[in-house]
């Protein structure tokens, strides 16, 4: 038995089947988790170390080497890229595709472990993390206060993040920028000297001093004690009055050679928000959650925490939720507006409104079946799942245009009756209607089989096209026939009733056509060959089409950055950076929002000093200028406006979504390779020279920059040991009296602070 015959004569176990598919599809639609783009794991791990002080030079030699030959005997590895800086060390590690990268970041991290003694003593942690497209963060956020810095951060740490934290789905809150409190010792360098104190003495008695240890246990009655000595410093007073030697007879204690100040640590950033000193969170959700639930839910506790706290001011500053709300809003709309067309034009060739209403069922049917299998297949609600339905929302008609007027000729050629025509006329050209079905499921086939980052992306697309299709030819060759049926017994006269007539348009065309067929055929070699020649010179076209792999769009944001010589002060750079404020702020009416981030060389592993200001712009359609154009108009307005900066303006057109496929932002990367770091050098400043004359290339940077300007201490091995010392005890001492050393930490309220 077909399933045609069986659709018609069961017409209600039909439609009790059609109607659970549309509860399960809607159902499935309500759970649907939205995000921007399907869920992307690329094989690559990234492997980071900390040494802290340790200028590139040393970061290269002692560590990143070591880590690159240990991770090299990692089976499967691809490709290994380093970057060696101040203090840091990050190496990518690719593999193959198609590699469990679960399994490899293990094997990874387990290697590393065996082999961590090779590292020198003071390299922190090493920490191995996969890529994932769910840890970048869902909304950046920024929050002011004209309150005292450090008081600003401690709300922040102990009261704003915790709130941000217990939000469900949210799995990290990372403040940035903030004023860390230090209890700080300056010790006054006459006063020691005329003391004969050596440093590492004053630093012994304060660690000394400040210790809570076991002092183990006794016995006493039926009970077991155990002892502990807690010596902790508790205020400041406690700290100045430590003893910390003695001279002729007398104590000395640390408030007569040093001022003990509650103040916080070096600044290597400044953050402003809005003009305001400022703090930056960034919060990122769980994987498997839902992006824009999340990022709403961020936003609704934004809005508590600014009536909790009002001397504090938190702004979104970068929201994906809203990003990904608009674009999939766009493309819903695109398979709204197809469907509607597709009907349009169905009426209007059908001129019947019964017969167009039976075809038309096949969008929807079919549209919210693909959802139930979105949703058990472990899909989300994203642009390529949504693109390939507004892709295949035109052709879910094909089959059930043809099976519905082949029902119609049965009737009215053949005079069979309403289900013999029903039936008949479905198993007569189903063997058509799924040969052309299936012919446009193998198009899309190939696309679940491509490798990289474009088959993560196609997957989802092509199945979402291929399972749509395949509902619509259930669609056709089942309920179609059941409503045909139905349609051929309520007579001619009610058929006649739904006829809409389009005067003689229709037979103009078919007149019009018929001729057009006719001059064909009697000029069958002409026309052929002017089809040739048209195709022909269709592939001279082929050189002069641009290529991208993601179409520009427009992201609302600007970034604007000003660069300054390598080892510039933090002073100098935020004073130039306020100027460059003044300039940008006055160019862009149409900000809603500001940060700026004011950072030291090394920051990041930057090698120049900067400052950058990130300006969120009203949406679009709410402003005359685009991202690009008011970047445009910034460039010309601050070009030398902004003595010792080197300014550079981008206009996001794309990448937000590079920074979560590909982890990075470049449009084009040149590599030059070699051994001898002076000529790499030069090449590249001759191949960035080239490169500044290309049309369309605005900024050209180079990874590799002077470092940072040091000066170099010899130390006279022989002269050390005649004085007992070593060379050890010698570069202590001076980072001691040069940079600080940490001499312990303060418990206060349940924090720790240096």
Known sequence: MSLARASVNRPVFTLMVTLAVIVLGVAALSRLRIDLLPSVELPTVSVRANYEGAD???????????????VGTVPGVVEMTSQSYEGNSRIRVSFAWGTDIDAAALDVRATIEDEISELPDEVGSVRVSKFDIDSFPVVILGISSRLD???????????????????????????????????RIELDPARINALGLPLDDILSAIRDANLDLPAGKIEHGRYQLTLRAPAEFSNLDEIRDTVIGRSEGALITLRQVAVVRDTYEKLSRIIRVNGEQGVRVAIRKQAGDNTVEVAKRVLDEVEKINAAFPQIRVIPVINQGNFIERAIANVARSVLYGGSLAILVLLFFLRDLRSTAVISL???????????????????????????????????????????????????????????????GAREVASAVVAGTVTTLVIFLPLVFVEGVSGVLFKEFAYVIMFSLLCSLLVSLSLVPVMGSRLLGAGQDARERGKISSGGLLSAMEDAYRDLLGAVLRWRIPV????????????????????????????????????????????????????????VYAAVPETVSSVVSVMTSGTWGRSAASGEIRLSLTPAAQRERSNVEIAQDLRRRLDGQVPGMKIRVRAPQGQFLLERILSSVEGVTVEVRGYDMDTLDALAKRVSESLDDVAGVTDVMLSRSAGIPQQEIQVDRQKVADLGLSVRDVTEVIETAVAGSTAGEDSVEGNSYR
Request: aromatic residues 8%; charged residues 20%.
């Open 56 to 70: 590139p030079v040393v970061m290269e030699r002692l560590v990143t080497r070591i880590l690159e030959e240990i």
């Open 149 to 183: 810095p450090v008081e600003l951060t401690e709300i922040v740490e102990n009261q704003i993040r915790y709130r941000f934290s217990r939000i469900p789905g949210v799995a990290q809150v990372d403040p940035w920028g903030g004023f860390n409190r230090e209890v």
């Open 362 to 424: 096949a969008i929807p049917i079919s549209v919210v079946a693909t959802f139930a299998l979105l949703f058990f297949g472990g899909f989300t609600l994203n642009l390529m799942t949504l693109g390939g339905l507004a892709l295949g929302v035109g052709m879910m008609v094909d089959s059930s245009v043809v099976v519905l007027e082949n029902i119609f000729r049965r009737r009215q050629e053949h005079g069979d009756g309403a289900v013999e025509a029903a039936v008949n």
């Open 528 to 583: 052929v060959t002017l089809g040739g020649a048209l195709f022909a010179s269709s592939l001279l076209l082929v050189p002069y089409l641009g290529t991208e792999f993601i179409p520009p769009s427009d992201e609302g944001e600007v970034r604007v950055t000003g660069e300054m010589e390598v080892g510039t002060r933090l002073d100098l750079i935020d004073r130039q950076t306020r100027r460059l404020e003044e300039l």
